[in-house]
């Protein structure tokens, strides 16, 4: 509430003026994030501006460092209105980019997406066919000089068990991996095909041979230390996950990460929303950020206070010993 208000005055000083990386930057050719259905008679001429005042009041706050993704519903989503399923997934890439382009404007570094389950092999051969004919063109798209990942210095890191894919979406991951290695301002987790099982298993595997080849000792063999071995280790802890659909389940996606406590991260939250993926709006991103931010404020609050107290109470232990 702080940084609304904050946001604000600032908007009412600043009048229409925009953060960077908005609609009136130099990227032109940003895509943008709907805000939502509710919000569909605000005439489209001040969608910039108010744009720019939710960005600017989100980045007053604190704000989550690493950010995931279930984009569930794609299917669903074509199927409602009798389209080929191909279509949904299609439109869930576009989906995508325009929730990157958000986060990434919020100056939020490091987002995890589960594009693909090892499962999901096992689906339609036809709809396979198509997911990975996208994969094939839309991963080098996406980080092509001026498009999304290289306005905002984001490497794409392909994840997961990438000698199960076709031997030309392997070589189009590594090529989308190449174009923005130089890129260091954040990372795009793009895990494809992937299971967290199959990750937090190669992780062990990797810490035991560290172990077998001397690199590492017995007692050294911790959750900080199969952590190191994860896919996502280039990554910060996750601090929120959002799965939409309305489905309340993990599918076997950064099961490590969303559990795991480490001393110096919180639990990851967890939101489940309705829309499906290709349908996802600025509405539905906003409840966790606020939430991330909320707690963020309290915990601060809680440590200032704690802080406080142990101050006055060692200033009444030093009286009481001088009395």
Same mark, same amino acid.
């Given at each position: 509430m702080a940084s609304l208000v904050h946001a =604000?005055?600032?908007? #009412?000083?600043? +009048?229409?003026?925009?953060?960077?990386?908005?609609?009136?930057?130099e990227h032109d050719d940003d895509v943008h994030l709907p805000f939502s259905s509710v919000l569909a008679w605000i005439p489209s001429l001040f969608h910039p501006s108010l744009r720019s005042l939710l960005i600017a009041a989100l980045r007053l706050g604190p704000r989550p460092k690493h950010v995931a993704f279930i984009m569930d519903g794609n299917r669903r989503s074509a199927r409602v209105r009798n389209l080929p399923v191909r279509v949904g997934h299609e439109e869930g890439f576009d989906a995508l980019k325009r929730v990157l382009s958000f986060l990434l404007k919020l100056e939020?570094?490091?987002?995890?997406?589960?594009?693909?389950?090892?499962?999901n092999f096992n689906r339609d051969?036809?709809?396979?066919?198509? =997911?990975?004919?996208? #994969?094939?063109? +839309?991963?080098?798209?996406i980080c092509q000089h001026g498009a999304l990942l290289q306005q905002?210095?984001?490497q794409i890191r392909v994840l997961g068990r990438r000698d199960l894919l076709p031997l030309d979406v392997q070589d189009s991951c590594a090529q989308a991996e190449e174009m923005t290695a130089q890129n260091t301002k954040g990372i795009l987790n793009l895990c494809c095909p992937y299971t967290s099982?199959?990750?937090i298993a190669t992780a062990i595997k990797r810490t035991a041979e560290a172990c077998a080849a001397g690199k590492l000792a017995p007692s050294d063999i911790t959750d900080e230390a199969i952590t190191a071995n994860l896919y996502t280790s280039a990554s910060p802890p996750l601090d929120?996950?959002?799965?939409?659909?309305?489905v309340s389940r993990l599918s076997d996606f950064l099961l490590w990460q969303s559990w795991w406590v480490s001393q110096a991260s919180e639990s990851t939250i967890l939101h489940f929303i309705k829309p499906n993926w290709p349908d996802i709006a600025v509405a539905d991103i906003l409840p966790p950020l606020l939430s991330y931010q909320?707690?963020?404020?309290?915990?601060?609050?809680?440590?200032g206070l704690a802080q406080c107290a142990g101050f006055v109470g060692g200033r009444r232990g030093s009286l009481v010993e001088r009395a």
């Open positions: =604000l005055a600032w908007f #009412a000083a600043a +009048r229409v003026r925009t953060v960077p990386g908005d609609v009136h930057d939020i570094p490091h987002v995890t997406v589960y594009a693909f389950s090892i499962e051969p036809k709809e396979v066919d198509a =997911l990975m004919g996208m #994969a094939r063109t +839309r991963l080098v798209e905002y210095g984001v099982q199959e990750e929120i996950l959002i799965r939409t659909s309305g909320a707690e963020v404020w309290v915990a601060r609050l809680w440590n």
